[in-house]
């Protein structure tokens, strides 16, 4: 009889090891930067065959970060404090679009014209982040992201 629940819980316990650590690997990160959380236990060597980096976005990503976008459409630097939140917001939700749309499965010729502007704005924009660089650019920052909701309200495909 011992023998029979020992083997019994063996054959238990490798199953279910195995779906609390498949359980434990987390999700994206709240910035949408496809990194993910894991225990000490998931995070060992990775498997044979499993990627390392960080997962490209994928189809709906384009829909998701367009949506992000569009979030930013009915807010404005008029209310007080918010302008420094709302420049940052839509830096990062243009970047986040641009990497989605590079990736997407209809490949990055089909947005030419958002991918274009986006690239031209990170050129004048350059790599800082700052606030103050931020302000400077305000305009074309308020411009890409108009230009490109225009563009995608007319195709629709790429975001319902």
């Not at 050129?123 to 305000?138: A, C, P, Q, T």
Request: glycine share 10%; charged share 30%; hydrophobic share 30%.
């Amino acid at each position: 009889m011992r023998i029979r629940r020992a083997r019994t819980t063996a054959v238990l316990a490798v199953p279910l090891t195995l779906l609390l650590v498949s359980c434990s690997g987390g999700g994206e990160d709240e910035a949408g930067s496809g990194r993910t959380s894991a225990s000490p236990a998931a995070s060992a060597a990775p498997e044979a065959g499993t990627p390392t980096g960080p997962r490209t976005p994928g189809p709906g990503k384009v829909r998701d970060a367009f949506a992000g976008l569009q979030a930013t459409l009915d807010d404005s630097c008029d209310t007080p404090g918010n302008c420094e939140y709302l420049l940052g917001r839509i830096a990062y939700e243009l970047d986040r679009l641009d990497r989605a749309m590079k990736a997407d499965p209809k490949g990055p010729g089909h947005f030419p014209e958002p991918i274009a502007w986006i690239a031209d704005l990170r050129e004048r924009m350059g790599e800082d982040r700052s606030y103050e660089n931020l302000k400077r650019h305000r305009d074309r920052l308020f411009g890409t992201r108009d230009r490109i909701n225009t563009w995608m309200q007319d195709h629709p495909d790429d975001y319902r």
